[in-house]
């Protein structure tokens, strides 16, 4: 099956709650959110971010299309007493949206994406 990066199918936005990074995933197509679900799962979010977070909760809205991850302890302490030069959180959203996940060739073909992305 092909692979292609999130940031071809979803938006996110990403901030800070304290010592957790909060990040949206919202479906750029109301189609696509099954295979958000069935794809951006906790344990595979928790793998992306390894060694940055301690651990992933993640929520669905699917009234949104969308999907909320807590990144607890990407944020060393919070945002004002961290040293990070992110301590707010804001490109863990970003991060997110360079995961790969497999797509049926289906919705691969109908994904606009630039050549070469």
Do not use: C
């Not at 990040?23 to 928790?46: C, E, M, N």
């Not at 060393?76 to 497999?102: F, H, N």
Request: a positive charge; proline letters at 7%; zero cysteines.
């Amino acid at each position: 099956m092909p692979r292609i990066q999130l940031r071809w199918l979803a938006h996110a936005r990403s901030g800070d709650k304290g010592d957790t990074a909060n990040v949206g995933l919202i479906a750029l197509d109301p189609a696509w959110y099954p295979l958000l679900v069935k794809q951006v799962t906790r344990a595979r979010v928790a793998r992306h971010f390894r060694g940055m977070v301690k651990g992933v909760d993640r929520f669905e809205l699917p009234n949104l299309k969308a999907l909320n991850f807590l990144l607890h302890g990407a944020l060393d302490g919070g945002g004002t007493i961290s040293l990070k030069t992110d301590a707010q959180g804001k490109v863990y959203s970003t991060a997110l949206l360079r995961m790969e996940i497999e797509v049926p060739p289906a919705i691969a073909r109908t994904v606009p994406r630039p050549r070469g992305g």
